[in-house]
């Protein structure tokens, strides 16, 4: 089959169909729109079997047709209008349900109404055989792409399909591709006879489409040179579906992240080394600080857009190797591929951190976020595994949270350690419990008025019988994170009041300060400890002082005046620990009722240096009503300077450090025999 092209004009008379009428060979025009003949010559009648023309005009054509027909020959209509196309074409006709197989020359016929009509002129009768004009058909009817190229991809047959999708029969098959590279790729595999496969764009006439296509080597039968089939099938529903169902599969349906499972999923193809670069990772786990208290606080849709917002913007700040994943709740996690050296690392996640830190406007209210990073790296080639490495991020992150949050940790051995140390208190602090094997010791407090030992602070002591003696720094956090604090503070108090009454009944009479934890302050039944405490006490509950820090006096601030309050009542003192490390804000603490300040040993040991802010706080102390201790005295200048600047009592080694119960009372002779000496 052939096509061409020419100039002719379409037919224009006052009888439009006067010219054909006079003609032997048969011709007609078929109405496009409506699927019947419009006119026809005697000629036609007769190939048509019809007696004459207006009971061929009659018939309804479109019985019969199949949609691959009909879609053609709406576009030949649009091609006569655009291009005044002619094409030579097979027409199989069924005038009595016997087929005819004729060579017909299409071209446009405009009608006395203006639309655009096919003139179909009968050039012969087709001798192929019926296995020819089988395939002829079929080659006609389908909606596949089939065309043969040259070697070089210059055009020498494209079926109707190919023609209408392919706009015409000269477009080469170069042209036709959207991607850059896949008709290169296409030539390549060809010219090495391979026969090739691809799922790809194609420029088709109905706009840009998905074809599954495919390209063979052959001969052309016409002139035995080497040429090219083609075919194409459309694909694009089914793989925008297909594409559709992929991304839906892989996304967090919140933020439009990947989620946790398309993560995992890459995170075993890199180890199984599915990718070949083998490549270094940076694996960054980013949680939205408090996001909890922001959800409980401001509810879940505001907590929804702080999950958008976040993700948003830490987007703005990802490379296209990146990963970026929501693993559910307020945690995300970042796959950097070949992460930048050290620097540039440590820039990026600041850009990240100042993004995120944006205030975030949400309705009525404006909310500022922060995050908490940890960073661990894979190396593919160092033969890295996930889980360790997945553990080591967690780490990281970790470690950024216990150290205030809004920050970003880079795992490093040390992190490691910490952790395998933080696990070993973990499981031994709950042993120690049990094993009762935590002890107080007393360090005796001095006042500089009277040279007298006055009052003693309880000290918490653990001794394993590996490790030795562990330090209350180290293990009450881990009390406090597996909480477990509680339990602790029950024991301490206990132990504490059990001491004071063997002192009484034994005639020495000192005051014991115990330290309470924050975490244990803002328990709901923190009152009720020292209700217990009151219970057991043998001895004026003034004697008693309790030791705070500035932090439990932060936040709800009825809620601490009314714990402090019941505490008042009961008759125990209030003490503020390690004053000056924290808020530090005397006007705020001047409302709750506190007996004594204790000035951090870090102050002490930095005079006289830090004079000029401990005497501010001394005088502002006085202005309270509250008596001021000094912790952590090791000098005499130390303990001459706190005396001159009316400090009311100290303790510290310079007199002694905490001693077990039963050598406290002899201590305290000893220092009090000391200092009337040295007086
Ligand atoms: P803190 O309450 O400020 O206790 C004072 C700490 O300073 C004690 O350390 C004490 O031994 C040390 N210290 C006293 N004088 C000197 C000195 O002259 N030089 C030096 N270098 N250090 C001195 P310790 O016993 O290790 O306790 C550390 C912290 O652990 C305490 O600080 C307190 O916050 C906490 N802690 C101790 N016992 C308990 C307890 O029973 N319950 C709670 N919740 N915390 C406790
Ligand atoms: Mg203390
Ligand atoms: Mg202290």
Same mark, same amino acid.
């Given at each position: 089959m052939t096509s061409l092209e020419s100039g002719r004009q379409p037919t224009i008379s006052s009888d439009p169909f006067a010219l054909a009428r006079g003609l032997r060979t048969p011709v007609w025009v078929y109405d496009t729109d409506c699927c019947r003949i419009a006119y026809a010559n005697e000629a036609a009648c007769k190939?048509?079997?019809a007696d004459d023309e207006a009971s061929l005009k009659s018939r309804d054509l479109s019985q019969g047709m199949s949609t691959t027909v009909a879609k053609r020959l709406k576009q030949y209509q649009s091609d006569f209008i655009e291009r005044n196309a002619e094409f030579c074409e097979f027409w199989t006709l069924y005038p009595n349900g016997i087929p005819i197989t004729v060579n017909v020359v299409y071209t446009g016929f405009i009608m006395p109404d203006g639309r655009m009509a096919m003139m179909c002129e009968v050039t012969g009768e087709?001798?192929?055989?019926? #296995?020819? /004009?089988?395939?002829? #058909?079929? /080659?006609l009817h389908t909606d596949v792409l089939i065309a043969l190229y040259t070697i070089e991809g210059r055009p020498l047959y494209?079926?109707?399909?190919?023609r209408n999708a392919l706009w015409g029969i000269d477009v080469g098959f170069d042209e036709i591709f959207v991607i850059p590279g896949v008709f290169d790729e296409m030539r390549a595999s060809w010219q090495r006879r391979d026969d090739c496969h691809c799922v790809t764009k194609i420029k088709t006439t109905s706009g840009e489409r998905w074809f599954d296509l495919s390209t063979k080597r052959c001969l052309d039968a016409v002139t035995g040179d080497q040429a090219l089939l083609v075919t194409a099938f459309d694909v694009s529903e089914l793989k925008t579906t297909r594409d559709k169902a992929r991304y839906l599969a892989a996304r967090d349906q919140l933020t439009g992240c990947f989620n946790r499972s398309y993560m995992q999923q890459r995170l075993d193809e890199i180890s199984s080394n599915v990718d070949p670069s083998r490549s270094r990772?940076?694996?960054?786990?980013l949680d939205i600080d408090k996001f909890k208290k922001v959800n409980d606080t401001f509810g879940h849709e505001i907590g929804d857009a702080i999950l958008r917002t976040f993700a948003e913007r830490v987007r703005k700040h990802i490379r296209e190797t990146d990963v970026f994943a929501r693993m559910g709740g307020d945690e995300f996690v970042l796959l950097m591929k070949e992460p930048p050296s050290s620097d540039d690392l440590h820039h990026h996640l600041d850009k990240i951190r100042g993004e995120?830190?944006?205030p975030i406007d949400c309705g009525s209210i404006q909310l500022s976020v922060t995050t908490s990073i940890g960073v661990a790296v894979f190396d593919n080639r160092a033969g890295t595994d996930w889980a360790t490495t997945m553990k080591?991020?967690?780490?990281?992150?970790?470690h950024s949270k216990r150290a205030g949050r809004d920050r970003y940790t880079v795992y490093d051995d040390s992190i490691g350690a910490e952790a395998i140390e933080r696990s070993w208190l973990e499981a031994n602090v709950k042993r120690a419990?049990?094993?009762?094997?935590f002890t107080l010791f007393y360090q005796p407090r001095i006042d500089l008025a009277t040279n007298t030992v006055v009052a003693a602070e309880a000290l918490l002591r653990w001794f394993h019988p590996e490790r030795g003696d562990i330090p209350p720094g180290k293990f009450i956090p881990v009390c406090e994170e597996i909480g477990v604090i509680d339990q602790i503070g029950m024991l301490v108090i206990k132990q504490a009041c059990q001491q004071m009454n063997i002192w009484r009944r034994d005639g020495f009479e000192i005051d014991l300060s115990v330290n309470v934890s924050p975490k244990q302050f803002q328990h709901e039944d923190f009152a009720s400890l020292f209700e217990k405490a009151a219970e057991i006490a043998d001895f004026p509950l003034s004697s008693l002082e309790l030791e705070i820090t500035e932090t439990s006096l932060v936040g709800d601030n009825a809620e601490v005046s009314r714990r402090l309050l019941r505490i008042n009542e009961l008759g125990f003192r209030l003490a503020l620990d390690d004053f000056g490390t924290?808020?530090?804000?005397?006007a705020h603490i001047s409302r709750f009722p506190v007996d004594c300040i204790k000035l951090d040993r870090s102050f002490v040991q930095q005079l006289p240096s830090s004079g000029p802010l401990l005497s501010l706080i001394l005088a502002l102390a006085k202005q309270i009503g509250a008596i001021t201790v000094a912790e952590g005295v090791e000098t005499a200048e130390q303990l001459a300077w706190l005396r001159e600047h009316d400090c009311d009592q100290v303790q510290g080694f310079l007199f002694s450090q905490a001693v077990p119960a039963d050598d406290l009372m002899s201590t305290c002779y000893d220092i009090c025999a000391q200092r009337r000496s040295v007086a």
């Open positions: 190939i048509w079997s087709a001798k192929e055989t019926p #296995e020819t /004009l089988r395939s002829t #058909e079929a /080659l494209k079926n109707p399909a190919a990772y940076a694996l960054l786990f995120v830190t944006k080591q991020a967690d780490l990281a992150l970790y419990i049990q094993d009762d094997a924290g808020y530090s804000n005397l």
